[in-house]
T-cell receptor
Framework: QKEVEQDPGPLSVPEGAIVSLNCTYSNSAFQYFMWYRQYSRKGPELLMY??SSGNKEDGRFTAQVDKSSKYISLFIRDSQPSDSATYLC??????????WGAGTKLIIKP | DSGVTQTPKHLITATGQRVTLRCSPRSGDLSVYWYQQSLDQGLQFLIQYYNGEERAKGNILERFSAQQFPDLHSELNLSSLELGDSALYFC?????????????FGPGTRLTVT
């Protein structure tokens, strides 16, 4: 079993919809939780990070962490075709290493 | 632009050959990470260097090796190449301490082994 599980998708939604992307993890020692966005054949870029349980908002993006359930989410409001990309979750372990999810491919249909 | 540079952008070579990929981290970043991403696969962590020293190893094959030089640029050497080594190879860099979770990725080197 992988330490971080993420549905590879693809997830296809109409423009303007609210998107929910999720990851589950098994290691309770994970601390920082990150979401990266990767456009096709480009390097991933950091979108958001959170440290504790709760919500963190940045524009149309909201990151949510539930440590008790070992579950993190990224919500995208008013989704745009430019949001079409692969979204990777990553978590930092006690050795300061990032453990990555497989990535979810998101398609926003105009 | 992340500030991380990688060369070359594309590389086509034959099985059995050896190649070197180069990475220059963001100014001030001491850590360099190497990742492999095969078609439709997630990121596979290969190795990390911090200020010239190996810090962590992931799923790196014995045919692969890396180093970080005094000017902090890094090279990833891939030898006895096989068809299955065809992939995107990313370099990332980060600062020290808690900033280590915030990795900045380069544009990648696309390696094709024929």
């Amino acid at each position: 079993q992988k330490e971080v599980e993420q549905d590879p998708g693809p997830l296809s939604v109409p423009e303007g919809a609210i998107v929910s992307l999720n990851c589950t993890y098994s290691n309770s020692a994970f601390q920082y939780f990150m979401w990266y966005r990767q456009y096709s054949r480009k390097g991933p870029e950091l979108l958001m990070y959170t440290y504790s349980s709760g919500n963190k908002e940045d524009g149309r993006f909201t990151a949510q962490v539930d440590k008790s359930s070992k579950y993190i989410s990224l919500f995208i409001r008013d989704s745009q075709p430019s949001d079409s990309a692969t979204y990777l979750c990553a978590m930092r372990n006690s050795n300061y290493q990032l453990i990555w999810g497989a990535g979810t491919k998101l398609i926003i249909k105009p | 632009d992340s500030g991380v540079t990688q060369t070359p952008k594309h590389l086509i070579t034959a099985t059995g050959q050896r190649v070197t990929l180069r990475c220059s981290p963001r100014s001030g970043d001491l850590s360099v990470y190497w990742y492999q991403q095969s078609l439709d696969q997630g990121l596979q962590f290969l190795i990390q260097y911090y200020n010239g020293e190996e810090r962590a190893k992931g799923n790196i094959l014995e045919r692969f090796s890396a180093q970080q030089f005094p000017d902090l640029h890094s090279e990833l050497n891939l030898s006895s190449l096989e068809l299955g080594d065809s992939a995107l190879y990313f370099c990332a860099s980060s600062g020290a301490g808690t900033a280590a979770y915030e990795q900045y990725f380069g544009p990648g080197t696309r390696l094709t082994v024929t």
